[in-house]
Nanobody
Framework: VLLAQSGGGTVQSGESLRLTCAVS????????INWVREGPGAGLEWVSG???????????DSVKGRFTVSVDKSRSTVDTAYLDMSNLKSEDTYLYYC?????????????????WGLGTLVTVCS
């Protein structure tokens, strides 16, 4: 299983970014892709999740209305998940991970999910 993350970077407050997570090699037919962020000295914070069939999107209260999660299944062997982040704030500055999980969980531990990407850094300057 491979979760290839891309996107991220440094933006100004109020700007937008798109994170991408290309998922391949998962053998179970339906699963959940979660976006989780981690800050220095802090634990994992669940941000958003969606079923692999691009249904049932969920968001934490801190990002609801600003972030949009989706899945593109147009390629036969790769599911590509997106996290479109708008109206970014300085408090959104974190390392962002995508993770594949069997269940719809609000991820707070690495063991909550089966597979993880390597993470991508988002820095928002105020």
């Amino acid at each position: 299983v491979l979760l290839a993350q891309s996107g991220g970077g440094t933006v100004q407050s109020g700007e937008s970014l798109r994170l991408t997570c290309a998922v391949s090699g998962v053998t179970f037919s339906n699963y959940y892709i979660n976006w989780v962020r981690e800050g220095p000295g802090a634990g994992l914070e669940w941000v958003s999740g969606i079923r692999s069939d691009d249904s049932a999107p969920r968001y934490s209260d801190s990002v609801k209305g600003r972030f949009t999660v989706s899945v593109d299944k147009s390629r036969s062997t790769v599911d590509t998940a997106y996290l479109d982040m708008s109206n970014l704030k300085s408090e959104d500055t974190y390392l962002y991970y995508c993770a594949v999980c069997k269940d719809a969980v609000m991820v707070t531990r690495t063991v909550d999910c089966s597979y993880w990407g390597l993470g991508t850094l988002v820095t928002v300057c105020s």
